[in-house]
């Protein structure tokens, strides 16, 4: 008979919230940055069909921002309830941008309110998208803030702990610890490539439905330039989070990569399988390019997971989850290089129907990455909450209900997701854009 385990229903909560919210955090950093540049643009060149892409996306961006704050405040609650162990260290060291967040989510809704609020009551425009950068400006310090925890938990600085007892607490240094840069860095500029594919992969489709308006071709071209620009910095940030994970966390970069033995010329490993003696087989070896990922140069010496006890190593699984998120990073990069190459070329048609249909699976590939890199970054952490000072199974509650909890929370992501779904579909398809654009006399 099945044996219940708080810890383990307490993961997979915790673990299905944070997939769910995943999805409008990540939009909700990221499409601002796409509504202020197409505002911008159509202010500059004075073309409304940039203000109405503007106007468009910032209602769909509403519908996001709604079901972030109700998953958001699900994962603040669950903190609490299912991980009150590791509160109890946290609430001390890493209070101050969880405080933060908050503050600059205020700041986001504030200023969203007065920008959607104020359309067309402006004789200068400018004065319009200038309220919109307090809102990019909140959903990227947002992101910025609840990351560092995440950070935190990789790198814990700021105290000392003497028998138990937290000492010395500095909440900068916390916040502030040697996996913030990357991580940040990495989550942000993921984000917008994320965003830009979605709403790309949405121009795209409409296109080849046949509705070839000059408006889905403006919008296509935009968020495509933005997906090429991000995926390179991601590519680039990327490499420099190989190099941080090589210095602070080797072992988890040594379960991604199913490197077992300290070696120098190390290979990387795509795809493949382990046996039962770890041996791995069928899989694509790059020479030398684990090296290279790790300390930049092919004759590194690489740490294996042979230096760490074994039942400190993270679930070997992390590995697909991490070629997962590399392999359609790649992709991301080669469509968007091939879509700016032709869109340069005067005799090149970059809205081709292939080129399109691989531009449209650009968004759920997109957002899978977006889950695999967290997928990979939580497991990869494993058996740790709190790198170094306490594992996931001490930071956990001993309720005998959270199995409850599970069930009805399923039941509340399944609803919000219908809703939001029909909501967005209702939205845009009784206000097509077509019909918006003959109300405004264009063609």
Same mark, same amino acid.
């Given at each position: 008979?099945? +044996?219940?385990?708080? @810890?383990?229903?307490?993961?997979?909560?915790?673990?299905?919230?944070?997939?769910?919210?995943?999805?409008?955090?990540?939009?909700?950093?990221?499409?601002?940055?796409?509504?202020?540049?197409?505002?911008?643009?159509?202010?500059?060149?004075?073309?409304?069909?940039?203000?109405?892409?503007?106007?468009?996306?910032?209602? &769909?961006?509403?519908?996001?921002?709604?079901?972030?704050v109700?998953?958001?405040?699900?994962?603040? #609650?669950?903190?609490?309830?299912?991980?009150?162990?590791?509160?109890?260290?946290?609430?001390?060291?890493?209070?101050?941008?969880?405080?933060? +967040?908050?503050f600059?989510?205020?700041?986001?809704a504030?200023?969203?309110?007065?920008?959607?609020?104020?359309?067309?009551?402006f004789?200068?425009?400018?004065?319009?998208?200038? #309220?919109?950068?307090?809102?990019?400006l909140?959903a990227?310090?947002?992101?910025?803030?609840?990351?560092?925890?995440?950070?935190?938990?990789n790198?814990?600085?700021?105290?000392?702990? %003497?028998? &138990?007892?937290?000492?010395?607490?500095?909440?900068?240094?916390?916040?502030?610890?040697?996996?913030?840069?990357?991580?940040?860095?990495?989550?942000?500029?993921?984000?917008y490539?994320?965003?830009?594919?979605?709403?790309?992969?949405?121009?795209?489709?409409?296109?080849l439905?046949?509705? =070839?308006?000059?408006?889905?071709?403006?919008?296509?071209?935009?968020?495509?330039?933005?997906?090429?620009?991000?995926?390179?910095?991601?590519?680039?940030?990327?490499?420099?989070?190989?190099?941080?994970?090589? /210095?602070?966390?080797? +072992?988890?970069?040594?379960?991604?990569?199913?490197?077992? /033995?300290?070696?120098?010329?190390?290979?990387?490993?795509? &795809?493949?399988?382990?046996? +039962?003696?770890? %041996?791995?087989?069928?899989?694509? %070896?790059?020479?030398?390019?684990?090296?290279?990922?790790?300390?930049?140069?092919?004759?590194?010496?690489?740490?294996?997971l042979?230096?760490?006890p074994? !039942? /400190?190593?993270?679930?070997?699984?992390?590995?697909?989850?991490?070629?997962?998120?590399?392999?359609?990073?790649?992709?991301?990069?080669?469509?968007?290089? @091939?879509?700016?190459?032709?869109?340069w070329?005067?005799?090149?048609? !970059?809205?081709?129907?292939?080129?399109?249909?691989?531009?449209?699976?650009?968004?759920? #590939?997109?957002?899978?990455?977006? =889950?695999?890199?967290?997928?990979?970054? !939580?497991?990869?952490?494993?058996?740790?909450?709190?790198?170094?000072?306490?594992?996931?199974?001490?930071?956990?509650?001993?309720?005998?209900?959270?199995?409850?909890?599970?069930?009805?929370?399923?039941?509340?992501?399944?609803?919000?997701? @219908?809703?939001a779904?029909?909501?967005l579909?209702?939205?845009?398809?009784?206000?097509?854009a !077509?019909?918006?654009? %003959?109300?405004?006399?264009?063609?």
């Open positions: 008979m099945f +044996e219940y385990d708080p @810890v383990l229903y307490s993961r997979i909560l915790t673990g299905l919230t944070l997939a769910f919210h995943t999805i409008f955090s990540t939009l909700g950093v990221g499409v601002p940055l796409l509504i202020a540049l197409a505002e911008w643009i159509g202010i500059r060149r004075n073309d409304d069909h940039y203000h109405l892409l503007a106007r468009r996306w910032a209602r &769909g961006y509403i519908i996001t921002v709604a079901v972030g109700v998953t958001g405040t699900a994962i603040a #609650l669950q903190l609490s309830l299912l991980w009150p162990n590791f509160m109890q260290v946290a609430g001390q060291t890493i209070s101050l941008p969880l405080f933060l +967040e908050t600059a989510f205020f700041f986001e504030i200023f969203l309110g007065i920008y959607l609020y104020t359309w067309d009551r004789k200068k425009k400018i004065y319009h998208l200038l #309220l919109l950068i307090p809102v990019a909140g990227t310090l947002s992101g910025f803030f609840i990351t560092t925890v995440n950070a935190f938990m790198a814990p600085l700021g105290f000392t702990m %003497e028998n &138990g007892v937290l000492k010395g607490v500095n909440p900068l240094l916390a916040m502030f610890n040697p996996a913030t840069p990357t991580k940040m860095a990495h989550v942000l500029s993921s984000a490539l994320t965003s830009a594919c979605v709403l790309a992969a949405i121009a795209a489709f409409m296109i439905r046949g509705r =070839e308006h000059v408006y889905y071709k403006k919008a296509l071209r935009l968020s495509m330039t933005v997906a090429f620009v991000c995926a390179i910095s991601t590519a680039v940030i990327g490499d420099l989070s190989g190099k941080y994970l090589a /210095e602070y966390q080797p +072992e988890k970069l040594a379960a991604a990569e199913w490197h077992f /033995e300290t070696a120098e010329e190390a290979s990387l490993i795509l &795809g493949g399988i382990l046996d +039962e003696n770890n %041996e791995v087989k069928y899989a694509l %070896e790059i020479p030398y390019a684990l090296s290279i990922l790790a300390h930049g140069t092919p004759d590194a010496e690489v740490t294996g042979e230096e760490f074994e !039942e /400190e190593w993270p679930p070997l699984v992390v590995h697909y989850f991490f070629d997962l998120m590399v392999g359609i990073g790649m992709f991301l990069a080669l469509v968007s290089f @091939v879509f700016m190459v032709m869109k070329r005067k005799k090149s048609n !970059e809205l081709n129907r292939v080129l399109l249909w691989l531009i449209v699976s650009t968004g759920p #590939l997109a957002m899978l990455a977006i =889950e695999a890199g967290w997928f990979f970054t !939580e497991e990869g952490r494993q058996p740790w909450i709190l790198r170094g000072y306490m594992t996931t199974a001490e930071g956990a509650t001993t309720s005998g209900y959270v199995d409850i909890m599970l069930y009805l929370f399923i039941a509340l992501y399944a609803v919000l997701a @219908v809703s779904a029909a909501v579909r209702r939205t845009f398809k009784a206000n097509p !077509e019909r918006e654009l %003959e109300k405004l006399g264009m063609k």
